[in-house]
């Protein structure tokens, strides 16, 4: 099981939720390569493609990113992905845990639109996620 006791990541993950805060990701890492202890690396307003940069290959890594995207002429909308980072480089005990730490992680970070599997930092290409965050957000009325 990973440890996600961490107060500091419910303090980060409620902070990229409020619509007062300028914090739109959250970045969760192991405190080590032999721990399953989770917590949070980074925080920042730069949104999808900062938390991209901060991605190591040879790491696994969660994120919490909030997307902001226009739906249509009339209305902006805020979704919530939940990123599952394995990058190419990392250690294979790690990535053979990443499963069963994912569920715990998301007792974490609760509330999401959608899940993304990356490894590749392309796979974190905004474009494609925005698609997949309207398809999950219900009525579009400018035909997307």
Do not use: Q
């Not at 399953?36 to 969660?62: I, N, P």
């Not at 902006?76 to 730490?101: D, L, N, Q, Y």
């Not at 007792?107 to 993304?116: D, F, G, K, N």
Request: aromatic fraction near 8%; proline fraction near 2%.
């Amino acid at each position: 099981m990973a440890d996600v006791s961490d107060p500091a990541i419910n303090e980060a993950y409620l902070d990229v939720r409020s619509d007062k805060s300028d914090t739109n990701w959250l970045l969760l890492d192991y405190e080590n390569d032999r721990s399953d202890k989770l917590t949070v690396t980074k925080t920042g307003t730069g949104g999808l493609s900062e938390l991209t940069d901060l991605l190591d290959d040879s790491k696994a890594s969660f994120g919490y990113v909030r997307v902001s995207y226009s739906n249509d002429k009339e209305s902006t909308r805020e979704k919530f992905a939940f990123v599952v980072w394995i990058g190419p480089s990392c250690k294979v005990m790690r990535k053979a845990k990443i499963s069963v730490h994912t569920a715990d992680v998301k007792t974490a970070l609760r509330v999401y639109s959608i899940e993304v599997a990356a490894r590749e930092k392309e796979d974190l290409n905004e474009e494609p996620i925005v698609a997949k965050l309207r398809k999950a957000g219900g009525a579009s009325y400018d035909g997307v």
